[in-house]
């Protein structure tokens, strides 16, 4: 069972920053991505941003320029530095994992809050 643990969110003002982190474990096949998405009520969730195994990043339109994600490999965990923040980046923010069998795994989502 994969488990991912995220945290870091929060209440800031627009143009604040924040970081989030998401730790994934328990029995992991190999990684093929991972990254967030995030979901506003009445809304579907949307891509945030996607960072692959070997390197290839994707962004939302909406976050290009502003938001930073990162990987650290040995320790499973994912990270994004959000600047600029914006009060429609308002959202439950959840981290994602997709194996190399293709199966996707969910954290438990962190609201991330941003007062214009």
């Known amino acids: 069972q994969v488990q991912l643990v995220g945290s870091g969110g929060g209440l800031v003002q627009a143009g604040e920053s924040l970081r989030l982190s998401c730790a994934a474990s328990?029995?992991?096949?190999?990684?093929?991505?991972m990254g967030w998405y995030r979901q506003t009520p009445g809304k579907q969730r949307e891509l945030v941003a996607t960072?692959?195994?070997?390197?290839?990043?994707n962004y939302a339109d909406s976050v290009k320029g502003r938001f930073t994600i990162s990987r650290d490999n040995a320790k499973n965990t994912v990270y994004l530095q959000m600047n600029s923040l914006k009060h429609e980046d308002t959202a439950i923010y959840y981290c994602?994992?997709?194996?190399?069998?293709?199966?996707?795994?969910w954290g438990q989502g962190t609201q991330v809050t941003v007062s214009s």
């Open positions: 994602y994992l997709r194996d190399v069998w293709s199966r996707d795994y």
């Open positions: 328990g029995t992991i096949s190999s990684i093929n991505a």
């Open positions: 960072k692959t195994s070997r390197g290839e990043i």
